[in-house]
């Protein structure tokens, strides 16, 4: 039989996915999700701090138990026929490594360190640290590093991280050799490198969290990041200077990992990426299509040939990248810290007397997974019956800081109009329509550094499963948005290029051709709707802007 299954592995906040398929016309052959037992546990993080770190024995064992469960529920057989896999991985998500590139809580010293594990993407210890380059960058009199990273550098990303870690735990900062991202951590340990100077790291996180460029030689000079801070004297040499895009080979499964997974050693493993750029792949993105990845946060994702933007820096984005999406066309990033999170906030206050007041009568375990279960629809439905506007409620998305326009993560959410008749489904409708309103702001943000916006796919969780929230996002944009047709886009977006790292394609615009799933589902916008949403548009912009200030005012 011909060997044309390819194998995308989907790291995503809580969970691995693998998917098999066939890599001649994207039909899924087979998928298993394994979720992260420690994280889910809640152990290493700390939200009260924004502290969330993932120890790398969660993504070794879910990496395992993923691929295994797909294949055991594969045809018989389906393992000899892979011919090659990719892998994804949420990002900024960078780690410690020490010189034969393990992870420093790998090591019994470490095991139970929190700043030897990953450190999670919405992890916002770092926010003095990105204000520091931010002003150093622009201050120091030679290259603005963080010009392709929108103008702003964020402490959601791998700088910020590193040097916070290096300053607040000496003896991490002793040990850590180096510093690798997720999604070329997880390549690296498939293809059995031990050392990290063999690692082919990945354009797309180089360029949009690290401040790579080709311009710079690679990453910002070793005497910005010295001045910076001594800590990171030393570093740039022990890291890379060369990036790659997802389409070339990271490597070779190793012997080792073969057997662990079930699969044929030797083949080929593309360079990783991050799980919204193969996502926005798996989605059909196009040029100038807005391809949003919608879950506990946004993602927002655009592709655009060169000569469409050349010279042209734009201002408060998340980076603009050569082949970080599509290799050969410039990959520009943007996206909102919470979204999906903002409705897990409400539900979780909702539900607080159930962990927190023992004397609740009749409490038991179904009763408590009924209400978690059941909660969502109940709000949906009451914030359904009420027309926009209506509550006189207006709530700001910033629960978890702001990343696009201009990342500040100091920012927070607001809520106004509430009075003693507001009910928990008004509020929930206000905070639907806050994370509209922060998806409207990045959308004006590419159209005021003239980069025209032709279309909008969403994909992810929230997309796929809360038609409300979709239906308002439409409303609010006044567009169509249509919804990817597969469950797991990021996942397939890591198998079409797997399919061209293999060899079955030529590039990956002639993979997605041939692998794209199509739309499941469009959302169309109602014209009287959006006229009321204008108005409560400019109400959330006057809400922003004040809250804004006086942020500002208490950090001054």
């Given at each position: 039989?011909?060997?044309?299954?390819?194998?995308?592995?989907?790291?995503?906040?809580?969970?691995?996915?693998?998917?098999?398929?066939?890599?001649?016309?994207?039909?899924?052959?087979?998928?298993?999700?394994?979720?992260?037992?420690?994280?889910?546990?809640?152990?290493?993080?700390?939200?009260?701090?924004?502290?969330?770190?993932?120890?790398?024995?969660?993504?070794?064992?879910?990496?395992?138990?993923?691929?295994?469960?797909?294949?055991?529920?594969?045809?018989?057989?389906?393992?000899?026929?892979?011919?090659?896999?990719?892998?994804?991985?949420?990002?900024?998500?960078?780690?410690?490594?020490?010189?034969?590139?393990?992870?420093?809580?790998?090591?019994?010293?470490?095991?139970?360190?929190?700043?030897?594990?990953?450190?999670?993407?919405?992890?916002?210890?770092?926010?003095?640290?990105?204000?520091?380059?931010?002003?150093?960058?622009?201050?120091?009199?030679?290259?603005?590093?963080?010009?392709?990273?929108?103008?702003?550098?964020?402490?959601?990303?791998?700088?910020?991280?590193?040097?916070?870690?290096?300053?607040?735990?000496?003896?991490?900062?002793?040990?850590?050799?180096?510093?690798?991202?997720?999604?070329?951590?997880?390549?690296?340990?498939?293809?059995?490198?031990?050392?990290?100077?063999?690692?082919?790291?990945?354009?797309?996180?180089?360029?949009?969290?690290?401040?790579?460029?080709?311009?710079?030689?690679?990453?910002?000079?070793?005497?910005?990041?010295?001045?910076?801070?001594?800590?990171?004297?030393?570093?740039?040499?022990?890291?890379?200077?060369?990036?790659?895009?997802?389409?070339?080979?990271?490597?070779?499964?190793?012997?080792?990992?073969?057997?662990?997974?079930?699969?044929?050693?030797?083949?080929?493993?593309?360079?990783?990426?991050?799980?919204?750029?193969?996502?926005?792949?798996?989605?059909?993105?196009?040029?100038?299509?807005?391809?949003?990845?919608?879950?506990?946060?946004?993602?927002?994702?655009?592709?655009?040939?060169?000569?469409?933007?050349?010279?042209?820096?734009?201002?408060?984005?998340?980076?603009?990248?050569?082949?970080?999406?599509?290799?050969?066309?410039?990959?520009?990033?943007?996206?909102?810290?919470?979204?999906?999170?903002?409705?897990?906030?409400?539900?979780?206050?909702?539900?607080?007397?159930?962990?927190?007041?023992?004397?609740?009568?009749?409490?038991?375990?179904?009763?408590?997974?009924?209400?978690?279960?059941?909660?969502y629809a109940a709000l949906t439905e009451g914030a359904e019956r009420l027309a926009p506007g209506s509550s006189g409620i207006l709530a700001l998305d910033w629960l978890n800081g702001r990343r696009?326009?201009?990342?500040?993560?100091?920012?927070?959410?607001?809520?106004?109009?509430?009075?003693?008749?507001?009910?928990?489904?008004?509020?929930?409708?206000?905070?639907?329509?806050?994370?509209?309103?922060?998806?409207?702001?990045?959308?004006?943000?590419?159209?005021?550094?003239?980069?025209?916006?032709?279309?909008?796919?969403?994909?992810?969780?929230?997309?796929?499963?809360?038609?409300?929230?979709?239906?308002?996002?439409?409303?609010?944009?006044?567009?169509?948005?249509?919804?990817?047709?597969?469950?797991?886009?990021?996942?397939?977006?890591?198998?079409?290029?797997?399919?061209?790292?293999?060899?079955?394609?030529?590039?990956?615009?002639?993979?997605?051709?041939?692998?794209?799933?199509?739309?499941?589902?469009?959302?169309?916008?109602?014209?009287?709707?959006?006229?009321?949403?204008?108005?409560?548009?400019?109400?959330?912009?006057?809400?922003?802007?004040?809250?804004?200030?006086?942020?500002?005012?208490?950090?001054?």
């Amino acid at each position: 039989m011909e060997r044309n299954l390819v194998l995308g592995i989907d790291f995503g906040t809580d969970s691995v996915r693998a998917l098999l398929v066939d890599a001649s016309d994207g039909a899924e052959r087979a998928t298993a999700v394994a979720r992260f037992e420690r994280w889910s546990q809640g152990r290493y993080c700390d939200s009260s701090r924004n502290q969330f770190r993932q120890h790398p024995l969660d993504h070794i064992e879910a990496l395992t138990a993923s691929v295994r469960g797909a294949l055991e529920r594969a045809p018989h057989g389906a393992a000899s026929l892979v011919c090659g896999l990719a892998v994804d991985t949420t990002g900024s998500t960078p780690g410690p490594l020490d010189r034969k590139g393990m992870p420093l809580a790998l090591h019994p010293k470490f095991k139970d360190n929190p700043n030897a594990m990953f450190i999670l993407w919405k992890d916002h210890t770092a926010v003095a640290e990105a204000e520091e380059i931010n002003d150093l960058a622009r201050s120091w009199g030679g290259v603005d590093f963080t010009m392709y990273s929108g103008g702003v550098y964020s402490s959601e990303w791998f700088w910020s991280k590193i040097l916070h870690v290096l300053r607040s735990d000496p003896e991490v900062a002793a040990a850590a050799w180096t510093w690798m991202e997720n999604c070329d951590w997880i390549p690296a340990l498939l293809c059995g490198l031990d050392d990290p100077r063999q690692v082919k790291r990945s354009r797309c996180a180089a360029g949009h969290k690290a401040m790579w460029h080709a311009s710079f030689d690679g990453l910002p000079s070793e005497t910005f990041l010295a001045r910076l801070d001594p800590r990171l004297e030393g570093l740039r040499p022990r890291l890379y200077s060369e990036t790659f895009t997802s389409d070339k080979l990271a490597g070779h499964l190793c012997p080792e990992w073969a057997a662990r997974l079930g699969l044929p050693a030797g083949l080929p493993v593309a360079v990783g990426a991050f799980d919204a750029h193969m996502g926005a792949v798996g989605a059909g993105i196009r040029p100038y299509i807005l391809t949003k990845v919608i879950g506990t946060s946004t993602c927002d994702i655009l592709v655009a040939p060169h000569e469409g933007l050349e010279g042209k820096l734009v201002r408060g984005i998340c980076g603009q990248v050569d082949g970080s999406v599509i290799p050969g066309q410039l990959g520009l990033e943007a996206g909102q810290s919470a979204f999906g999170d903002v409705f897990a906030w409400l539900r979780s206050l909702l539900l607080w007397p159930l962990s927190h007041v023992p004397e609740v009568p009749q409490k038991t375990e179904s009763l408590e997974r009924a209400l978690r279960e059941g909660i969502y629809a109940a709000l949906t439905e009451g914030a359904e019956r009420l027309a926009p506007g209506s509550s006189g409620i207006l709530a700001l998305d910033w629960l978890n800081g702001r990343r696009t326009p201009f990342a500040d993560q100091r920012l927070r959410g607001a809520i106004t109009g509430l009075t003693l008749g507001s009910t928990a489904p008004a509020i929930f409708r206000a905070l639907v329509e806050s994370t509209a309103f922060g998806a409207r702001k990045i959308v004006e943000r590419f159209a005021q550094e003239g980069v025209p916006i032709q279309g909008v796919i969403a994909l992810g969780g929230v997309a796929r499963q809360n038609p409300f929230a979709m239906q308002v996002l439409a409303d609010v944009f006044g567009c169509r948005i249509g919804v990817s047709a597969c469950d797991q886009a990021c996942a397939l977006g890591a198998a079409m290029f797997a399919a061209v790292a293999a060899g079955l394609y030529p590039d990956v615009s002639s993979a997605q051709a041939a692998m794209d799933a199509g739309f499941e589902r469009e959302y169309l916008p109602d014209a009287g709707r959006k006229a009321i949403y204008d108005r409560l548009y400019a109400d959330y912009n006057r809400l922003g802007a004040f809250v804004e200030e006086q942020t500002r005012g208490v950090a001054e």
